[in-house]
Structures are given as structure tokens and as C-alpha cells.
């Protein structure tokens, strides 16, 4: 199963602008259509952030990460360290499942994402992995500002990333040819036994502060 990009309920954020744009001109309407590539332009990217930032049962930390973007937003310069707001998965069946999330990466350089797991057993020893995904590697529009969905494939035994299905993928990409993403995998949360961590990262090796996932 190949991930894929969803922004704003389900509709591609390029898609979506192109049919607006098309809808107003050919209704000659005078409204302006947002940039996209206005990084500070106040549009519908901008609305998952802020009505977040509304919510009034936001867990302490979500808050102060969404209070960080709203900042960014507003402080007229451009920073090039992404900010991941919040994570969470949905929409789960035996096999699959939608990663969400909402990030602000104002330089739009990003590149992946970095996903931790965290065990404890019956006695308490705990145990972690991690696995780097560079699932945007083959996109020239990669989010930057917006909710974000990636379907990815749910770890129920001892699945890994495929190493070197990943290092193929990233090398026809470096040649320019269109080829399906490999898998992404990741652990359905447990109380008690189970957390993932996730965190983004872009081109230039920045790196977001590391979300726990929520279910």
C-alpha cells in the first residue's frame, strides 16, 4: 500500500485552490484567491492552526505548540524550523489507518517524518525503535501549512520499514521517474504499553520537537 497526501477533509490543497481559482474566474467574481505560495497569506492552510488555538480541551502541550504557530504566523519573519501542532490517527481498519497531522513549515522545505515507538512489557522494561520516512521526497509541494493525512500501514507484529526498498524508492525519485512509495508503518497507541512519537523533519536537517501520536 503506497502513502498519499491529504490536506483540508480529504481534498489536495493544489487541487483545491486550482478549482477555486477556475470557480471564480469563470464566475467573475472579484474576490482575491490567496497565494499559495504566500507563506503569510491568511487562507484556508491557516484555519486547522487557528481553530485549534480555540478548542478549550486542548492538552497543556498541544496548546503551547499551537500558541508557537500562531506566533510564526504572526511575526512577520520567515523560520525555517518546522513546528508539528499536533498528531493523531483515525479511520483505522485490520490493516491501515490515516496518520494526521497539523504542521507549520514556513520555507516549505519538508521532507519526512520520524516516527519513535516506545514498548514496556509485564515488568516494566521498556524498549524503542525508530524509523526515518522521507515520504516527500518526490513531492514538489510538500505541506507546509495545513492538516495533513498519510495512510500508512498499522504494525501489528514485528513489521519494519523496508531499508532498502526505501533507498530504491529515493534513488528512481533522485532520477526522476514516478514509482509507488513503499510502506509506512506505525504502532496503534496502547495505555500502558504503547506510545509513538512522531516528529518532522526538511531538507535543510531541520527538525520539529517529537508529538506524541494520540488515539
Not at 15 to 38: F, H, M, R, S, W
Not at 106 to 130: M, P, S
Not at 173 to 201: H, L, Q
Request: with cysteine; aromatic share 10%; hydrophobic share 40%.
Amino acid at each position: 500500500m503506497s502513502g498519499f497526501r491529504l490536506t483540508i477533509n480529504g481534498v489536495s490543497s493544489f487541487l483545491l485552490l486550482t478549482a477555486l481559482a477556475v470557480a471564480i474566474e469563470l464566475g467573475g467574481c472579484k474576490t482575491q484567491v490567496p497565494d499559495v505560495y504566500d507563506w503569510k497569506s491568511e487562507h484556508i492552510f491557516t484555519r486547522a492552526i487557528r481553530e485549534t488555538a480555540e478548542m478549550d480541551d486542548l492538552p497543556s502541550d498541544v496548546r503551547k505548540r499551537t500558541q508557537a504557530a500562531l506566533r510564526r504566523l504572526e511575526n512577520e519573519v520567515l523560520d525555517p524550523e518546522p513546528i508539528l501542532v499536533r498528531a493523531w490517527v483515525s479511520n483505522l481498519d485490520d490493516d491501515a489507518c490515516f496518520l494526521e497531522f497539523i504542521v507549520l513549515d514556513e520555507d516549505k522545505d519538508l521532507l519526512g517524518l520520524h516516527i519513535r515507538e516506545q514498548y514496556t512489557d509485564v515488568n516494566g522494561t521498556v524498549a524503542t525503535f525508530e524509523e526515518v520516512y522521507p515520504v516527500y521526497v518526490g513531492f514538489p509541494f510538500a505541506p507546509f501549512l495545513s492538516w495533513n493525512s498519510e495512510l500508512v500501514r498499522i504494525r501489528n507484529s514485528n513489521q519494519r520499514k523496508d531499508e532498502k526498498l526505501w533507498q530504491e524508492y529515493v534513488n528512481e525519485v533522485a532520477k526522476g521517474k514516478r514509482t509507488s512509495m513503499p510502506d509506512v508503518w506505525i504502532s496503534i497507541p496502547e495505555d500502558n504499553t504503547t506510545r509513538v512519537f512522531m516528529s518532522v523533519y526538511d531538507r535543510a536537517g531541520n527538525k520539529s520537537e517529537s508529538v506524541e501520536v494520540e488515539y
